[in-house]
């Protein structure tokens, strides 16, 4: 009885060692994103603040947060 109760919890174990295994080798799922990526900070002339160059307003050479600080600078 002891054998058997010992050869079930190996197989057990075997298995869900296996499943593991596939688990981290398998493409995440469709419905996942993918990570996002990392962006590049820019700094405002004006007052200092770091804005992600996408959001970022670049005008004459110098990288801006917001159309205010654009403006301001213009002046």
């Known amino acids: 009885m002891r054998l058997l109760i010992l050869l079930v919890g190996l197989f057990l174990l075997y298995l869900f060692i ?3 295994y596939r688990s981290l080798k ?9 990570l996002a990526q990392a962006e ?8 200092g603040v770091n804005t ?8 004459g050479g110098e ?6 600080h ?5 002046k």
């Open 63 to 68: 990288f801006f947060c917001c159309d205010e």
């Open 18 to 20: 296996k499943n593991y």
């Open 40 to 47: 590049d900070m820019v700094r405002c002339v004006v007052c």
């Open 52 to 59: 992600p160059r996408s959001e970022a307003i670049f005008s």
């Open 26 to 34: 398998a493409p995440p799922a469709p419905g996942q994103a993918p």
């Open 70 to 74: 654009r403006q301001a600078r213009r």
